[in-house]
């Protein structure tokens, strides 16, 4: 069935550090990968997305790298900062508008 | 452009219950999807509408419905409360043009007694 396995599950970084979460996905037909932030108390936030005939996609300090051989996809943060401290989440979208989440990654940044 | 709007933000029932929560989509979008979300389950699907009309379902009971009305606004009813309904309930927007592209609202917190 569709599963997505999202680690790890906490992280805790210095100020300035990167910061990198990990999914692996089962289903072969998943071609849209976006990753979400949710702080607490809001909904999740589109931070940056993916599609399956992309390899790559840079937005400033987050990076989204995808491996669809391997069906596994990352997230990058670099120079981190304390507003970065938050719960975040991927997804895979494999047509149908439905997205299948991972656990989320509470990544915390201390000053 | 405003974002989704989700109504009520928290709600507190009993069991047995039922309860009604209302999700306004971004301007111009006509896409609506719901999620649950809970510390055990996580986020997870519930259903989407495209033009009033439901396009996909999750694997959730029949107590669980939605609806879309002609202005892409959404409505989610839950019949029958149970403890374990106890969640945030999350409204995604989204452009049809931009396939699966989705924009999530602030959620309504149930909390089920």
């Known amino acids: 069935g569709e599963n997505v396995e999202q680690h790890p599950s906490t992280l805790s970084v210095q100020e300035g550090d990167s910061a990198v979460i990990k999914c692996t996905y089962s289903?072969?037909?998943?071609?849209?990968f976006p990753w979400y932030k949710q702080e607490l108390g809001k909904g999740p936030q589109l931070i940056i997305d993916?599609?399956?005939?992309?390899g790559e996609k840079k937005d400033q300090r987050i990076a989204v790298t995808l491996n669809k051989t391997a069906k596994h996809f990352s997230l990058h943060i670099t120079e981190t900062q304390p507003e970065d401290s938050a719960v975040y989440f991927c997804?895979?979208?494999?047509?149908?508008?439905?997205?299948?989440f991972g656990a989320g990654t509470r990544l915390a940044v201390h000053p | 452009k405003a974002g989704v709007t989700q109504t009520p933000r928290y709600l507190i029932k009993t069991r047995g219950q039922q309860v009604t929560l209302s999700c306004s989509p971004i301007?111009?979008?006509?896409?609506v999807s719901w999620y649950q979300q809970t510390p055990g389950q996580g986020l997870q699907f519930l259903f989407e509408?495209?033009?009033?009309?439901?396009?996909n379902k999750g694997n959730f009971p029949g107590r669980f419905s939605g609806r879309q009305f002609s202005n892409s606004r959404s409505e989610m009813n839950v019949s029958t409360l149970e403890l374990g309904d106890s969640a945030l309930y999350l409204c995604a927007s989204f452009d049809q043009r931009v396939q699966e592209t989705q924009y999530f609202g602030p959620g309504t917190r149930l909390l089920v007694l």
């Open positions: 993916i599609r399956s005939n992309v």
């Open positions: 289903d072969s037909a998943s071609n849209y």
């Open positions: 301007s111009g979008h006509r896409s």
């Open positions: 509408y495209f033009s009033e009309t439901q396009r």
């Open positions: 997804a895979t979208g494999g047509g149908y508008n439905k997205l299948i």
